[in-house]
C-alpha cells in the first residue's frame, strides 16, 4: 500500500501545566497515493500542527504515521524530510538567502542527486535550468544570484521547487499563497497545480479560502479543536457549496466556523 | 628596523594569526554562531603543540594541535546541538573547562619553553633548543641561499604564506563540496537544510570542528615560531579574529564564500600592519587589546552610521523639496 495513514494521533501541549492544550486529538486520516487534499479551519484548529506532526517537529503522545507502508513515527525531522516536501506561509523559511539559487536548488537535490565532489555541477545545474525554464520567471537566467535579492514571490517559486526537487512522497502546502499579493498569489497556485498534476504528488494544503478548498483538490478535511469534524470528496465534495459546508460544520462541531481570517469568496 | 624589515615582521605574524583569522570567520560569518570556544582552543593548540614539540617532533605537534582544536569544537558543538546549550555559553563553558587541560598539559605551570636539557661534551647540563619546523626551514633557507644572515621574519613569512595558502585553498574548495555547501547552509537557514533532509545538527558540529582546528593550529604556528607555549595568550583571542575578518571585509565585501576566505586572510595582514605602525609610535604593547576592541567596535557601527547618514539626507531632501 502506498499513501500515508494517520493512526489516532494525540498531542497535548504543555501537558500538566494550566496552560495544558489538546492540539491534537484522535486524527484519524487515510490519504490514497495521488489525492490532493485542502484543509480547511478556523485559528488553533490544529491544521500547522497536524503538518507538524507529519514533519516530525515533535513528539506525539500517542498514535502512529505511516507514509508507503512504511513507519515514521519515531523517525527524525530531517529523515522524514527525504520523503516529505513542505512549504510555509513565509517565503523567507524555504531558501537561503546568502546562496544562489543554483547553490539553494543543489543543496535540495542533494538527498536524491547522484555522488559528486562538488554541489553545483554541469548535468545537475542544466537539470535546474529546465525546471527553473518552467516556472516562467526568468529565474533561469539568474542561478547565480543570490536567494535574498528576489522577491517574495519568486523566492516562494523558488521554494515550490525545492520542495518538490527530490520527488516526494507527500508535499504539505501551509497557506503557501497567503503572505503574497493576489496576483503572485495566483501564480504561484497555478504552478503549484502544475507541478502537483506533473509529478502526481500526494499533497496536503491549508488554506483559509472556501471556495478555492473546495475547487482545488478532490478531498476536502475541516479541522476543529484537533479534530477532524469534516471530510468530503467525490460526487458529494462536487456539488457542495460555501453556504452548506459552513452548515455542514455547524451540525458536525457544533459551533460556527469563525470566519475572522476564512474568506467566503 | 627599516621599514621593510617592520612590513616584513608584521606580515609574518599576520600569517601566523590567518588561520585564527579563517576559523573566526567560519564561526561568526559562515555558520553565524559567535563562538567562544576560541580563546580556550587557540591555547591548547599551542600547548599541546610545545609538548609534542619538545618530545622531539614539530610537524606531528602542528597536526597534534590541529586535533586538540577540533577536539574542543566538537565538545562546543555537542552541547549546542544535542544538549541545547546556549552556543555563548556552550563556547564559554568548553573556554573554561580548557584552562584546567591547558595548565595539565603544561605540566602545571603557565608557560614552557621549546627546549629540552642535554648533557654537552664536558658533562655539564645544558637547554638545548627544541627543533621546530621554522628552524629547520630557516636552516634550509640560508644553505640554499648562503646567506648566513638572513632575516628570520622573511623565512618566517615564506613557510607560513605557503601553509596558509594551502589551507585557503582547501578551504574554498571544500566549502563548494555537498558537505562544504551543506554547513554554509546550516549557518544561513538550518531549517531549510532540515527540510533537505541533511542532519543540520552534524553540518553545525562539523563546522564549529573545523573552526577550532584552525584556531588552534594558528595556535600551534605561533608556539613554534616564538619558541613558548603561554597559558594566558588566548585572552581576547577571538577579537583579534574578529578584528581581521571585518578588516578583510571592508577590502572584499561579503560576496562569496571564496572572496571571504580571502577576506580573512588578507585581514590578518593588515590588521597586524596596524598594529606594527601602532608599535612604531611608541604604543605600549597592553594597548592592544583596547585597539582590537575599538576597531571591532567602529567596524560593526558603520553600517548603522551608514543607514543615519542616507536617512538624515533624504529627510533634508524631503524638506527642501517641501
Known sequence: ?265 | MNILSLLISALSQGMIYAPMALGVYIAFRILNTPDLTIDGSFVAGMCVCAVVTIAGHPYLALLCGMAVGALAGLLTGLMQTQLRINPILSGILTMTGLYTINFMVLGGQSNLYLQRTAVNSAGAETQVASDTLYKTFRAFLVELTGNKRLDNNLSVLIITAVIVAVVAAVLAVFFHTRTGMAIRATGDNEEMVRSSSINADRSRIFGIMLSNALVAFSGALLCEQQRYADLNFGNGMLVVGLASVIIGQVFFGKRSVTLGIISAVVGSLIYRIILQAAYKIDMPSYAVKLLSAVIVVIALTLPLLKRLVTERRANREEETEA
Open chain 1, 1 to 265: 500500500m502506498s499513501g500515508l495513514s494517520l493512526i489516532g494521533l494525540k498531542k497535548v501541549f504543555e501537558k500538566g501545566t494550566p496552560n495544558a492544550k489538546l492540539a491534537l486529538d484522535q486524527v484519524n486520516l487515510e490519504v490514497a497515493s495521488g489525492d490532493f487534499i485542502t484543509v480547511l479551519g478556523s485559528n488553533g484548529a490544529g491544521k500547522s500542527t497536524l503538518f507538524n506532526a507529519i514533519l516530525g517537529k515533535f513528539r506525539l503522545d500517542r498514535g502512529k504515521i505511516i507514509l508507503d507502508g512504511e513507519d515514521i513515527t519515531r523517525l527524525k525531522d530531517y529523515k522524514r524530510a527525504y520523503n516529505i516536501g513542505c512549504l510555509y506561509q513565509n517565503p523567507l523559511r524555504g531558501t537561503a538567502p546568502n546562496m544562489t539559487i543554483e547553490e539553494n536548488l543543489a543543496l535540495a537535490y542533494t538527498r536524491k542527486a547522484r555522488k559528486s565532489f562538488f554541489a553545483v555541477n554541469k548535468k545537475d545545474s542544466e537539470y535546474f535550468r529546465s525546471l527553473l525554464r518552467e516556472l516562467d520567471l526568468g529565474l533561469e537566467d539568474r542561478m547565480k544570484t543570490q536567494m535574498g535579492l528576489l522577491s517574495g514571490g519568486q523566492r516562494q517559486a523558488a521554494s515550490l521547487l525545492m520542495a518538490t526537487i527530490a520527488e516526494p512522497k507527500l508535499l504539505l502546502l501551509d497557506e503557501h499563497t497567503a503572505a503574497l499579493d493576489p496576483a503572485t498569489a495566483e501564480k504561484v497556485l497555478d504552478l503549484t497545480k502544475k507541478i502537483i498534476a506533473k509529478r502526481q504528488l500526494t499533497c496536503l494544503m491549508i488554506t483559509h479560502n472556501m471556495q478555492s478548498a473546495l475547487a482545488l483538490g478532490n478531498r476536502t478535511i475541516v479541522m476543529d479543536s484537533g479534530r477532524i469534524v469534516l471530510d468530503v470528496s467525490g460526487a458529494e465534495r462536487e456539488q457542495l457549496t460555501v453556504p452548506q459546508l459552513l452548515q455542514r460544520f455547524r451540525e458536525n462541531a457544533g459551533k460556527e466556523l469563525s470566519a475572522d481570517r476564512m474568506l467566503l469568496g
